[in-house]
């Protein structure tokens, strides 16, 4: 007996942990079964989607997904059920209030006691700071086009200024020097 206690002791105590570490992680967590309806979520996918547990328990993973980016996210789902798990897939999600963050999708396979599959625990991180990054990168470096392009524009502008006169200037020793000789000579 005392045996059989220590062993349910520990079970409860690796399940403690196992849900504390499931709950509290600062990444999305979600779980799902074989028709893709969330069975599980942890506090960083209510709070990052802007609902409470109750609300997102039993939806279908759609439903958190823009209209626009369902057939991705279809795709995602399809290649999971195929291969058992999948890595670093792009997917936009939606929040309660309608707006849309960027993300990255690892899943992979739940099994029962059998060895069965019975859905996928999903990871989800938030690419929010990574897309605006890139964005203010790309801006960065459009602005830096533009200023490169403003200076070529004022360099040319300054080198035509000083080769008009010393054009000019080689006009009039043409003409001056062929009204001396006779016409004919080319000095340039």
Not at 24 to 34: D, F
Not at 124 to 142: C, G, P, T
Not at 162 to 182: M, Q
Request: proline share 2%; charged share 30%.
């Amino acid at each position: 007996i005392d045996s059989l206690l220590q062993s349910e002791n520990k079970i409860r105590t690796a399940e403690k942990k196992y849900r504390n570490l499931y709950e509290n992680a600062p990444e999305m967590y979600r779980t799902v079964n074989l028709d893709g309806k969330l069975i599980d979520c942890n506090v960083a996918y209510c709070e990052k989607l802007g609902y409470e547990k109750e609300e997102i328990i039993g939806k279908s993973l759609y439903d958190f997904v823009p209209n626009s980016h369902k057939e991705t996210m279809r795709d995602i789902f399809t290649s999971w059920k195929l291969r058992g798990d999948v890595r670093n897939r792009e997917v936009m999600l939606r929040r309660k209030d309608g707006s849309v963050f960027p993300a990255l999708l690892s899943a992979s396979s739940v099994h029962d006691e059998s060895g069965n599959v019975i859905g996928a625990n999903t990871l989800i991180r938030d690419m929010s700071d990574l897309y605006n990054a890139q964005k203010e990168i790309e801006e960065l470096r459009i602005k830096r086009l533009s200023v490169v392009g403003e200076l070529t524009a004022r360099i040319a502008h300054d080198l035509r200024n000083p080769l008009s006169v010393i054009k000019n200037s080689a006009e009039i020793l043409r003409l001056t020097y062929e009204d001396k000789i006779g016409g004919g000579c080319m000095l340039i």
